[in-house]
Every structure is written in C-alpha cells, then in structure tokens.
C-alpha cells in the first residue's frame, strides 16, 4: 500500500510540474503578445497622427534637405519614419557636428535614378558611386504614409 502511495505521490507531483510549467509558458505568451500588440498599436496611432512628410518623395527630400541646411536636426529628423526619429536625430546632430552636411546635401540632390516600387508604398532614390574598390550604389528609400498619403524617410 505504501508503494501505491509514492507512486500516487510522484505521478501527482509530475503532473504538477507540467502544469506549472505549461501555466508559465501560457502567462509568458500573454504577456509578450500583449506587449507586442501595445506596441504595434502605439506605432499604428503614431502613423495616424504624424503631421510631417511631403506629398510627394520629391518634396519630402527637399524638406530634409532645406532642414539639414538650416542645421535644424530636429526637423529634419521628423522626416523619417515615426520609428527612427530618434536614431535619425542623433545621426543628424552628428553629420551637423562633424561638418559632413555638405557631403550629405551633394549625395542626395545628385540621384541619378529614382523609381516607385511595385507596391506604391516605397521610392527609391539612388546614386551609383566610383572609388578605388569598385562601384557601389547608395539609396535613399521613402515611405509613404498609408494614413496620411505623406512621404517619409525610411533608409537614408
């Protein structure tokens, strides 16, 4: 009887242990999708309600343009992607610190291609570049603003 006992005993114990450790994995779950989901809707509100970019990818590359001649990284930072302006602000004040505006200005009014994908959702600006090592193409890629209809920086 004592042996039906123990066995009893750990049958329930391992049962337990799977249980606890599915609940974890199922709370887990839970929490990262609801996470994620907050974030995703955060970004959607930030697209619905962002009043920056052009109407067209033309005006949106002068407006950044015109920004980064005033020195103004802030504005010119508000003409990316509601995802990157904060990593685009700091690489902004960077290039207007290290006197690189110029460069930066000559690269991209000096595309020589441009062309909207398939999707009408994306624009790509390119330059084709020689140096010692080859050839090589630079992009500037825009997004347009499914909400808004506006033209916003996603890759510079």
């Known amino acids: 009887m004592k042996k039906i006992l123990i066995i009893v005993a750990i049958a329930l114990a391992v049962i337990g242990v799977i ?4 609940a974890r994995d199922l709370i887990s779950y839970k929490y990262f999708s609801n996470k994620y989901l907050g974030e995703i809707e955060d970004l959607q509100n930030a697209y619905k309600h962002d009043p920056y970019g052009g109407t067209t990818p033309e005006e949106t590359l002068e407006l950044f343009v015109s920004a980064l001649k005033a020195g103004d990284a802030k504005s010119a930072s508000n003409l990316f ?34 062309r909207l994908d398939e999707s009408d959702m994306l624009f790509y600006f390119s330059t084709r570049y020689e140096d010692e090592e080859g050839d090589y193409w630079s992009q500037t890629i825009m997004f347009k603003n499914e909400y808004t209809g506006k033209w916003l920086i996603r890759d510079l």
């Not at 249980?19 to 599915?22: A, D, E, H, Q, R």
């Not at 990157?84 to 930066?104: A, P």
């Open 19 to 22: 249980f606890l450790y599915s």
């Open 81 to 114: 992607v509601p995802e990157k302006r904060k990593e685009s602000l700091k690489d902004i004040k960077t290039i207007i610190s290290n006197g690189r505006v110029s460069d930066v200005i000559n690269e991209l009014e000096n595309y020589e291609n441009k």
